[in-house]
């Protein structure tokens, strides 16, 4: 069975740092892009930064460029998100997600939600002030 797993979000001040690790599993397919997704309370969930498991191509959301890079480690299937100079509006769930070759959603583009049909639990990450 398909599994994305997160780990690695906690708590930390405004200014720190964190590092997102999604261990994926039992996919059964080829992996086009995995990601990283934000959701705020109360907001919808946003793209933060997708990587291209073929040729490593990145994108990121322009809240995040320059503090947030996202690095792919394939022999382990891992994708992770290192977290610079976090801010209080960082806070919320992050969610990794994958998008198969096969592509059971209509591509939306790559920070879109819509282009991804698996995803993870979640991990939290609380940033204060």
């Known amino acids: 069975q398909a599994q994305l797993v997160e780990s690695g979000g906690g708590s930390v001040q405004t200014g720190g740092s964190l590092r997102l690790s999604c261990a994926a599993s039992g996919l059964g397919f080829s992996i086009d892009y995995m990601g990283w997704f934000h959701q705020a309370p109360g907001k919808v969930r946003e793209g933060v930064a997708v990587?291209?498991?073929?040729?490593?191509?990145?994108f990121y959301a322009d809240s995040v460029n320059d503090r947030f890079t996202i690095s792919q480690d394939k022999s382990k299937n891992m994708v992770h998100l290192q977290m610079n100079s976090l801010k209080p509006e960082d806070t919320g769930m992050y969610y990794c997600?994958?998008?198969?070759?096969?592509?059971?959603?209509?591509?939306?583009?790559?920070?879109?939600?819509?282009?991804?049909?698996?995803w993870g639990q979640g991990t939290q990450v609380t940033v204060s002030s």
């Open positions: 990587i291209s498991t073929v040729g490593g191509r990145t």
């Open positions: 997600a994958a998008r198969g070759r096969a592509g059971l959603t209509v591509w939306q583009g790559p920070l879109d939600s819509r282009s991804f049909a698996h």
